[in-house]
């Protein structure tokens, strides 16, 4: 995906417009025994500042690989990956440490609390190490940070004397201690029982609500959707998320396949992308932009009967009903898109393997045949 540029007023210097976190091409290998593992494989992936992001994925798929290139805990094989517009996969150690305590801040899932110190110490310890706030001010910042988590009560108590899900609101307080811009949590709910779990992600909720970028690793699929976006990761490698999005029943290896098997396509505003009566042999899904589901009618104009945004397909119907395209298909004059395109033997190899996702589609492909008959006027 191309990098967005544009001048400072003053016309003298370059600025990237890049997202917050940016992986590109990275591979992780680790030597073994038996040879090399790859851990991650060509892992593209963008979160933009204010996003809510999980990630998800079975034991040894890569997330907590992942994790670590983007603290900077661990280094890529090869790629890059940028943090803040910092080359992270570059850094020396000697400033690692400084610049992970200003940039993110990190739960951890067996809280990690320091057991020989209060609370409001615990809190305290990123400010004393990075220096972010002068002396006289920081036991104030902390105390203001366990208000926001509602524990202001228990500020000058060991944390052994907290329950979980008290001890896991301190370590979220201690993570944005130094008022990071990203909070990258791994499991934060794992050890909690679901009404304190709830509690935690409304936390997250309201932290994104005032700008922060929040990550969390989680094996809860359905604590997972309520986040803005799904990075579901398989064997090392992300799956496409507008994949996943449009064939939610296939199973992640099967997503994976999709992945691999799909074609990026990219198409200018108002570009025709299908004609109807042409030959159709290829099934869509839109990653970004809008496109436009054009049908003539009989002695009257042309009509938009649908419009698709990310996530979206189209080309079921042809796949399941007849190979000409009854429709035309084109980009909206709002911007370009980009969509990602499986060949009809490929989806037919896919959908072989799942019974649930082939009715999804036969169902979706029923439904807009007769849509289509009734925009036309023509009676079914």
């Known amino acids: 995906m191309a990098i967005s540029f544009f001048k400072q007023k003053n016309g003298d210097e370059l600025i990237e417009n890049r997202p917050i976190i940016h992986l590109r091409e990275v591979n992780k290998y680790y030597k073994t025994a038996i040879g090399d593992y790859h851990a991650l494989e060509g892992v593209d992936l963008q979160i933009n500042a204010g ?42 150690e000697n400033k690692m440490a400084r610049w992970r305590g200003k940039n993110l801040g990190i739960v951890f899932q067996f809280f ?61 307080a201690r993570a ?30 309201d932290l994104v609500a005032k700008g922060k970028t929040i990550i969390i690793v989680t094996h809860d699929s359905g ?5 803005h976006r799904t990075a579901l990761i398989a064997d090392g490698e992300i799956v496409n998320e507008y994949v996943a999005k449009a064939m939610p029943t296939l199973t992640a290896s099967q997503l994976l396949q999709a ?21 159709a042999d290829t099934f869509y899904i839109v990653s970004k932009g809008t496109v436009e589901v054009i049908l003539p009618r009989p002695n009257q104009s042309d009509v ?38 499986i060949g009809y033997e490929q989806l037919s190899e896919l959908l072989d393997q799942s019974e649930a996702t082939h009715e999804a589609l036969r169902q979706m492909a029923n439904k807009h045949a007769g849509e289509n008959l009734s925009w036309r006027g023509i009676s079914s």
């Open 112 to 172: 990690q609390l320091l057991p020989m110190i209060s609370v409001i110490e615990n809190i305290m310890l990123p400010m004393d190490f990075c220096r972010t706030y002068p002396m006289n001010e920081r036991r104030k910042r902390a105390m203001e940070l366990l208000e926001l988590v509602e524990l202001a009560d228990h500020a000058h108590k060991l944390p052994t004397a907290l329950s979980g899900g008290q001890q896991q609101r301190v370590a979220i």
């Open 259 to 279: 992945t691999k098997t799909a074609k990026i396509l990219t198409y200018e505003a108002g570009a025709m992308i299908l004609a109807e009566g042409t030959n």
């Open 304 to 341: 938009i009967a649908l419009q698709l945004g990310s996530g979206k397909c189209f080309g079921e119907m042809e796949f399941f009903h007849e190979t000409k395209h009854r429709a035309s298909i084109r980009a909206s004059e709002a911007g370009p898109v980009e969509a990602l395109a």
């Open 51 to 92: 996003e809510f992001v999980s990630i998800i994925g079975k034991s040894g798929s890569g997330k907590t690989t992942l994790l670590n290139m983007i603290t900077g805990i661990d280094r890529p094989t090869t790629g890059e990956v940028w943090v803040n517009n910092t080359a992270v996969h570059g850094m020396n």
């Open 223 to 227: 604590l997972a959707k309520r986040t």
């Open 176 to 205: 944005l201690a130094n008022d990071p811009p990203v909070v990258i949590a791994d499991e934060p709910t794992g050890n909690l029982d679901s009404k304190t779990a709830e509690s935690v992600f409304a936390l997250f909720n």
